[in-house]
């Protein structure tokens, strides 16, 4: 089964336009971390933020948001204001403390973002 | 400056010949990973290290092996066996447990098989 399901596989919007990325996942541990990553088309993952599972405060850095909600299992990821830059692959990972802290990621959501 | 350092960026092998793909991190580290990531999917784990001269078989584990010598290297030789190596591998590195517990990524080698 899948542990992180990212449902969206693309996305398109028009620069300046808000985009929510959806992210949901499974797990029985009571103890698990939430990743998103940025993907662009160099390549490299680049870590965007971590979220622990007591911590349920959503997170605003600049023109990204998240949301964390545990009754719904869904760590969603908000870009306000979109920007050409923003164009890439977005993972979304889940790590559970009790599987060896192995990362399980998401398929992905490929947005683009047209000037 | 710290980070993790993949070589080469693009790696060109005929079909039935061993590879060995290079991975450095110089950010202290305890556990290694490499992925497989192959067009639009996700990332698939192949082998992870959360020790040297320990590790574990991932996912997709056949076909691939590594070793762990030393904290900094976790090389993986993709043989012969491997049925359809040709892909982008990722390898990633961090401490679990630790303040800062996200993976690092390199910035990946593309493998093309012929």
């Known amino acids: 089964a899948q542990k992180v399901t990212q449902a969206q596989t693309e996305i398109s919007v028009v620069e300046k336009e808000d985009v929510t990325l959806d992210c949901v996942y499974e797990?029985?541990?009571?103890?698990?971390?939430l990743f998103w990553y940025k993907q662009p088309p160099s390549g490299e993952l680049v870590f965007l933020i971590r979220r622990n599972s007591f911590d349920e405060q959503n997170e605003i850095s600049g023109r990204y948001s998240w949301n964390f909600q545990k009754s719904t299992s869904s760590f969603n990821f908000t870009i306000t204001a979109s920007q050409v830059v923003d164009s890439a692959v977005y993972f979304c990972a889940l790590s559970e403390t009790n599987t060896g802290n192995q990362f399980y990621f998401g398929t992905g959501t490929s947005l683009t973002v047209i000037p | 400056d710290g980070g993790i350092t993949q070589s080469p960026k693009y790696l060109f092998r005929k079909e039935g010949q061993n590879v060995t793909l290079s991975c450095e991190q110089n950010?202290?580290?305890?556990?290694m990973y490499w992925y497989r990531q192959d067009p639009g999917q996700g990332l698939r784990l192949i082998y992870y290290?959360?020790?040297?001269?320990?590790?574990q078989k991932g996912d997709i584990a056949e076909g691939y092996s590594v070793s762990r010598e030393k904290k900094e290297s976790f090389p993986l030789t993709v043989t012969s066996a491997q049925k359809n190596p040709t892909a982008f591998y990722l390898c990633a590195s961090n401490t679990p447990g630790s303040s800062s517990y996200e993976q690092y990524f390199g910035p990946g080698t593309r493998l093309t098989v012929t």
């Open positions: 290290s959360q020790i040297v001269n320990d590790f």
């Open positions: 797990t029985r541990d009571t103890t698990y971390y």
């Open positions: 950010l202290n580290h305890d556990a």
